[in-house]
């Protein structure tokens, strides 16, 4: 059994961060993580860095803006939080010696981004996220933090009591994929998850492989909510024939969108007047597929993203990546000719319910970054919040969990923060399927108060589900994951009817009765992908599941979820969050109150338009 004081799973930008932070707080930190840090999906992140750095931006209007953007499901707390850290953050990746895109006169430059009332997103040409990476983990090597590279946690190390805001977490289980060892992950101080995204729950999307919502499902098991799980944002610009992103940079730098007739549709069509190409993400997204199913589409499929008039000395400067891009997956050379796009899924708003210090319900668990729900980003994440999320609520986590003296936070976990019971009528029994003593599918904690017992019981339970899932016969997971895949895709994007949210549902059951003959073909314990991807497969079906559930349970039209029967939002019913809590193995919808007072304003919600 390894042991340290933290434990960060996930080495992305908020597990890097979460594990400097915590170092610096003085704890034995180290990450455990399934890829080389620097092969973390932070990398592809291409725009920017969102920050109130010049003089005439300003702390609350970045907070303003943010709020809208979440179409006023964010939490104030969270919010004011996030917009007062953010520039102290860049300040310091610039000093670790991030190479930002700067002015001539040597200032860090900022671009326009959607949805932003200023100019605010800082960048490292469009490889911002890249050097992101690498530059955190210069300071992690620096700093002798120790990194198990390509182990594969599968499961907390939890106690078991009734009550999950009485539980405890004393580590992790994880997978060596080098070996095939198992071994189990003392935490004395606290474990943080910050595993990433879940793109891999459909089949377009911009989101690495590795993405398969491990975090959500791990904790989601371990008795701690998911919170609003149904917003799922699907960026307006991927690439049609792969899902790789095109960076809203491009927009941000002037890029226009045309369809088929060559009208520049987000104005000639009236999507948004004023910011044209930079509205919200979610309403570009719409726009577009509008254009395509209204038969405006570039063979019935995409729309043009033009960005030749900026000049190519402009673009070669500051958006040479795109260039290779457009040209390695679709032929195109951008300075010649306008790239095809069209929405993909690219990011969750939702994830585990955390506080501001990214602490769960269950003492010793944390969560950070895209893993997690803070509710910074409520409906819809405006672009370039996602890089700074990671900075200052993973630095928030690893200070709290190292030990660290914080005043108390202002954000409810748990059911203790519950308002009300949820009220939604699955069209099947959604949760576990088949014998819940099956070790494929047991996730059950230890009931012991001893910190190693409980990881050691975790341990044992883990080594005899890989063993079974090695030595029986069945089904490959791959099938079980296509279906799942398209079946997201068909019915819980970015357009979502009752009847198709239904219709999910009953394939995600579908899926979890194949799942439970699952198998896996290959024996061997060295670099077994197969077996790696068959444990993913069944947190897919978990957070997806969740997915579909919280979207046919928000009756209203909010942000990036658009509901066909329900074309407006409705702030006296819905201004509250989505919670579901795993019961037994079977998910338990209730509803906790948007924070909308903050220290420095209350916001009151508003129409969104742009």
């Not at 996220?129 to 700093?143: A, D, S, W």
């Not at 899902?243 to 369809?259: A, D, K, P, T, W």
Request: net charge negative; aromatic share 6%.
């Amino acid at each position: 059994m390894y042991e340290h004081d933290v434990i960060v799973v996930g080495a992305g930008g908020a597990g890097l961060r979460a594990a400097i932070a915590a170092h610096e707080e003085g704890a034995d930190v180290a990450l455990v993580t399934k890829l080389h840090p620097v092969r973390s999906h932070t990398g592809a992140a291409e725009g920017g860095i969102n920050a109130a750095l010049h003089p005439e931006d300003s702390k609350d209007l970045h907070a303003y803006d943010t709020m809208k953007g979440s179409d006023y499901l964010g939490d104030a707390p969270a919010i004011e939080t996030f917009a007062e850290k953010a520039p102290e953050e860049v300040i310091q990746l610039e000093h670790w010696g991030m190479p930002f895109s700067r002015e001539e006169d040597g200032t860090v430059s900022q671009r326009p981004f959607g949805g932003l009332s200023y100019p605010r997103t800082t960048y490292a040409g469009a490889e911002t996220g890249h050097h992101m990476l690498h530059t955190m983990y210069e300071q992690v090597v620096k700093r002798g933090i120790e990194v198990y590279d390509e182990w594969y946690v599968t499961r907390a190390a939890v106690t078991d009591e009734d009550d999950p805001s009485e539980r405890t977490c004393h580590g992790v289980v994880a997978y060596e994929i080098r070996t095939g060892e198992i071994a189990g992950f003392r935490a004395r101080d606290g474990v943080i998850l910050a595993t990433g995204g879940l793109g891999q729950a459909f089949d377009h999307t911009t989101n690495a492989v590795a993405n398969t919502g491990d975090g959500p499902a791990i904790a989601y098991r371990a008795g701690v909510p998911l919170e609003d799980m149904e917003f799922v944002q699907f960026h307006p610009t991927t690439l049609p024939s792969t899902g790789v992103l095109i960076s809203e940079g491009v927009r941000g730098e002037g890029g226009i969108l045309y369809n088929d007739d060559e009208e520049r549709f987000m104005f000639e069509h009236g999507y948004a007047n004023n910011e044209g190409e930079l509205a919200s993400r979610d309403v570009v997204s719409r726009a577009e597929l509008t254009e395509v199913n209204e038969g405006r589409g570039i063979e019935d499929e995409y729309v043009h993203l033009d960005m030749r008039h900026l000049g190519e000395e402009r673009i070669v400067d500051r958006l040479e990546n795109i260039l290779h891009l457009a040209e390695d997956f679709e032929g195109v050379d951008g300075l010649d000719e306008p790239m095809p796009v069209k929405p993909g899924q690219h990011y969750q708003m939702g994830g585990i319910e955390v506080d501001e210090y990214g602490e769960t319900c269950v003492s010793g668990l944390y969560a950070a970054g895209e893993a997690a729900c803070v509710s910074l980003h409520g409906a819809n994440r405006l672009g370039g919040n996602a890089l700074p999320e990671l900075l200052v609520f993973g630095g928030l986590a690893g200070r709290h969990a190292a030990g660290a003296d914080l005043e108390e936070p202002k954000i409810g976990t748990g059911k203790a923060a519950k308002s009300e019971d949820g009220d939604v009528e699955p069209p099947v029994e959604p949760g576990m399927v088949g014998d819940p003593e099956d070790p494929v599918l047991a996730d059950g904690g230890a009931v012991t108060e001893d910190p190693a017992g409980v990881v050691e019981s975790a341990l044992e339970a883990e080594e005899t589900r890989v063993e079974t899932l090695l030595e029986r016969d069945g089904v490959n997971h791959a099938e079980v994951r296509a279906d799942l895949q398209e079946t997201m895709t068909d019915y819980v994007n970015v357009f979502r009817r009752e009847a198709g949210l239904e219709q999910a549902l009953r394939e995600i059951r579908e899926a979890r009765e194949a799942y439970q003959d699952v198998a896996v073909e290959d024996p061997s314990r060295t670099y077994n992908t197969d077996l790696i991807h068959t444990i993913e497969t069944r947190n897919l079906l978990d957070v997806a599941e969740a997915i579909a559930l919280g979207a046919l349970a928000r009756e209203e039209f909010r942000g990036a979820h658009w509901r066909a029967e329900h074309q407006e939002r409705k702030d006296d019913e819905w201004l509250k969050h989505t919670m579901l809590s795993w019961e037994g193995g079977t998910p338990e919808l209730y509803y906790k109150p948007v924070i909308l007072e903050g220290e420095e304003q209350t916001y009151e919600p508003k129409e969104r338009s742009y």
